[in-house]
């Protein structure tokens, strides 16, 4: 009869080991869905993000393109979404070439410019590290810089026959 208490004895410290080690790994894995699933949002919300950044460009280009190719004197208003929280969208007129040195609230865009970049002449402020080269187009100055309201820029598009003059609305 002690025999068999003690053998239950030991069937009950196993069965306690045994639910110990179901617990850890089913901590393991949920710890680990957790980490892939976090993971796998922060990469979507990124990915998500750069398309609207280029939907943007490829919307005011396209954009641009289109008043360049209508007569002269010919205008467009143009309503786009920005994406982000930007306060501001700077134009810097690269018609006859890019200004090689310019003056704005925004450091990033000076450095840029007057560093001789003329890949670049529509930026997001602030900062002004997100850009884009939207075609040839003049600004009435060296640089401009628009305001967002609500998410959206408003802008002014008038052909000038072979480039686009940019202004805000």
């Not at 957790?34 to 993971?39: A, H, I, M, Q, T």
């Not at 501001?88 to 090689?100: I, L, Q, R």
């Not at 884009?132 to 052909?159: H, N």
Request: glycine share 10%; with cysteine; charged share 25%.
């Amino acid at each position: 009869m002690g025999n068999k208490g003690q053998k239950k004895h030991f069937e009950k410290k196993a069965q306690v080991a045994g639910q110990i080690l179901l617990y850890v790994l089913a901590i393991i894995v949920f710890s680990m869905t957790l980490l892939y699933g976090y993971r796998a949002v922060s990469y979507f919300t990124q990915r998500t993000t750069e398309i609207s950044y280029l939907q943007l460009e490829n919307d005011i280009k396209n954009e641009i393109e289109k008043v360049e190719g209508d007569s002269m004197g010919t205008m467009k208003k143009k309503v786009s979404v920005i994406p982000g929280n930007y306060k501001h969208v700077c134009f810097v007129d690269s018609y006859e070439g890019f200004p090689s040195l310019i003056t704005t609230d925004y450091p990033l865009i000076e450095d840029h410019v007057n560093s001789n970049a003329d890949d670049k002449n529509m930026f997001l402020a602030p900062p002004g590290d997100t850009s884009f080269y939207i075609g040839d187009i003049e600004v009435g100055g060296e640089v401009v810089c628009i305001e967002v309201t609500g998410g959206k820029v408003t802008l002014r598009l008038e052909s000038m026959g072979d480039h686009v003059k940019v202004s805000g609305w």
